[in-house]
């Protein structure tokens, strides 16, 4: 079955700073994976897509990700964080077989200025 | 334009009531879906629709039935409310290409109903 760990419930980092998002799955072929952002009060709003080619992707807000086979994850990245990037951030995995999504627990960000 | 809408953007309503919750997209996509955020921020999806069909149907009360007049639409209909059904309700769509084996297409999300059964 496939599935999404986010290992970071809460993250809090400086304006300024960079960031690193965990996400790791498990599906035996190869995924389809996706990071959202979820402002308060907000839906959802893809950030950026793998589903084949080069594992490193842009999105846009300047977040990239990278696809690692061998480790099973798809880390999100910003090298400046900027205050309003605070929000939960949600990765998923989706499959080329069955119309279906799954969620990671997502990862709440917090900005210090 | 709004691509994905959703109504009402909050309800209040007490257990043991009937309600609905109205989905539309404006973005000529063939799949439409419903997900369920629990307090806690997680995300079940709930059913998806492909052309007016239902594809998958997760483990949801009986209670829970989506109503699709046609393609752009994809409404909840909500049974007998239970507090534990207080959530936030979440409708989205997606565009996907049979002929290139994707599915589940990047998904482009409502803006949220948050439901609350007192």
């Known amino acids: 079955a496939q599935s999404v760990t986010q290992p970071d419930i809460h993250i809090t980092v400086s304006e300024g700073a960079s960031l690193e998002l965990r996400c790791n799955y498990s599906y035996g072929a190869t995924p389809y994976l996706f990071w959202y952002v979820q402002s308060p009060g907000q839906g959802l709003q893809l950030l950026l897509k793998y589903f084949s080619g080069d594992t490193l992707v842009q999105g846009i807000k300047g977040f990239e990700a990278e696809f690692k086979r061998s480790q099973s994850s798809f880390n999100l990245r910003k090298p400046s964080v900027h205050w309003s990037d605070a929000a939960e951030y949600f990765c998923a995995v989706s499959t080329s077989v069955t119309y279906n999504y799954f969620f990671g627990f997502g990862t709440r960000l917090k900005v210090l200025a | 334009d709004t691509a994905v809408s959703q109504t009402p953007k909050y309800l209040v309503t007490q257990m043991g009531n009937d309600k609905s919750i109205k989905c539309e997209q404006n973005?000529?996509?063939?799949?439409m879906y419903w997900y369920k955020q629990d307090s806690k921020k997680f995300l079940k999806i709930m059913f998806s629709y492909n052309n007016k069909e239902l594809i998958i149907n997760e483990t949801v009360p009986n209670r829970f039935s989506p109503k699709s007049p046609d393609k752009a639409h994809l409404n909840l209909h909500i049974n007998s409310l239970e507090l534990g059904d207080s959530a936030v309700y979440f409708c989205?769509?997606?565009?996907?290409?049979?002929?290139?084996?994707?599915?589940?297409?990047?998904?482009?999300f409502g803006p949220g109903t948050r439901l609350t059964v007192t």
């Open positions: 989205a769509s997606s565009q996907d290409y049979p002929l290139l084996g994707l599915s589940s297409y990047e998904q482009y």
């Open positions: 973005l000529g996509h063939d799949t």
